[in-house]
T-cell receptor, first 117, second 114 residues
Framework: DAGVIQSPRHEVTEMGQEVTLRCKPISGHNSLFWYRQTMMRGLELLIYFNNNVPIDDSGMPEDRFSAKMPNASFSTLKIQPSEPRDSAVYFC???????????????FGPGTRLTVL | QKEVEQNSGPLSVPEGAIASLNCTYSDRGSQSFFWYRQYSGKSPELIMFIYSNGDKEDGRFTAQLNKASQYVSLLIRDSQPSDSATYLCAVRGGSGGGADGLTFGKGTHLIIQP
């Protein structure tokens, strides 16, 4: 089975530009998570969806960040306008119910390394 | 605010020895606990999870959970150079319904010396 797919794998952009990151979860998984990883702050949850519905976006740092999940197989994370402090690796993860919620496990995509100049 | 604390290391362990990685968490409502391994430049890879007090073994790995002490550990037996990586402890809390995002520690860098 294909794992979580993210694109692009690397993105270099200039401050002020719009950035769109894309994610395709594992087929059959109904929960999708966006995380950001930096040296200073580690791995942080930004937002997650359950059955395409945003459940918790409290980790989204600012209004410049937005995320959508128009269907079960696709999600986007958009930053507009981008700033140098947004430079990080952005991971998408997905999970599916295994019967007991406490056993739900998340599988990570390869990540998108974003550099904002 | 949920917090997960790990010693950043590096933790250096000779090949063949037992590596012990520790993690504490602040939210007593946390229900399940995960260990991920992350190689440099790669994505986190799930090693195992635990949600009941006590020990859980999977091959060379043993996870230990003590909810009263809010403490989780991972033991790696017969450590191999390929085990050298950053180990991330993650915690999930909240209600049992639906999915919850994970709160991660910053990770412990483990080095297995040949």
């Amino acid at each position: 089975d294909a794992g979580v797919i993210q694109s692009p794998r690397h993105e270099v952009t200039e401050m002020g530009q719009e950035v769109t990151l894309r994610c395709k979860p594992i087929s059959g998984h109904n929960s999708l998570f966006w995380y950001r990883q930096t040296m200073m702050r580690g791995l942080e949850l930004l937002i997650y969806f359950n059955n395409n519905v945003p459940i918790d976006d409290s980790g989204m740092p600012e209004d410049r960040f937005s995320a959508k999940m128009p269907n079960a197989s696709f999600s986007t994370l958009k930053i507009q306008p981008s700033e140098p402090r947004d430079s990080a690796v952005y991971f998408c993860a997905s999970s599916r119910p295994l019967g007991l919620a406490v056993t739900d496990t998340q599988y990570f995509g390869p990540g998108t390394r974003l550099t904002v100049l | 605010q949920k917090e997960v604390e790990q010693n950043s290391g590096p933790l250096s362990v000779p090949e063949g020895a037992i590596a012990s990685l520790n993690c504490t968490y602040s939210d007593r409502g946390s229900q399940s606990f995960f260990w991920y391994r992350q190689y440099s430049g790669k994505s986190p890879e799930l090693i195992m999870f635990i949600y009941s007090n006590g020990d859980k073994e999977d091959g060379r790995f043993t996870a230990q959970l003590n909810k009263a002490s809010q403490y989780v550990s991972l033991l790696i037996r017969d450590s191999q150079p390929s085990d050298s990586a950053t180990y991330l402890c993650a915690v999930r809390g909240g209600s049992g319904g639906g999915a919850d995002g994970l709160t991660f520690g910053k990770g412990t860098h483990l080095i297995i010396q040949p």
